[in-house]
């Protein structure tokens, strides 16, 4: 999968998922504050990543994820891509 068509998925359903604009989510934006995630509604992006993509993400990877760029680089690696 090339990387801007994955980002576009990630965009689609991070959107979807949690009611914001797609245009919201920018690789700058922090995630939490743009997806206005608590701890718990966090672990529901964690597993909608992971099922969508069928990637692990672990606690400690997690911690560095602060931003959409961070993420989609780290799905985009995940899934064998470098």
């Not at 989510?25 to 069928?54: C, G, H, Q, R, Y």
């Amino acid at each position: 999968m090339e990387k801007q068509e994955l980002i576009l998925q990630i965009n689609e359903a991070l959107a979807e998922e949690f009611e914001v604009e797609v245009t919201d989510i920018t690789p700058e934006a922090n995630i939490k504050a743009t997806l206005m995630l608590d701890s718990l509604s966090l672990v529901d992006m964690v597993a909608l990543i992971e099922n969508t993509f069928n990637v692990k993400i672990k606690g400690t990877e997690l911690t560095s994820i602060l931003t959409f760029g961070s993420l989609y680089d780290f799905v985009y690696e995940k899934m064998g891509n470098k």
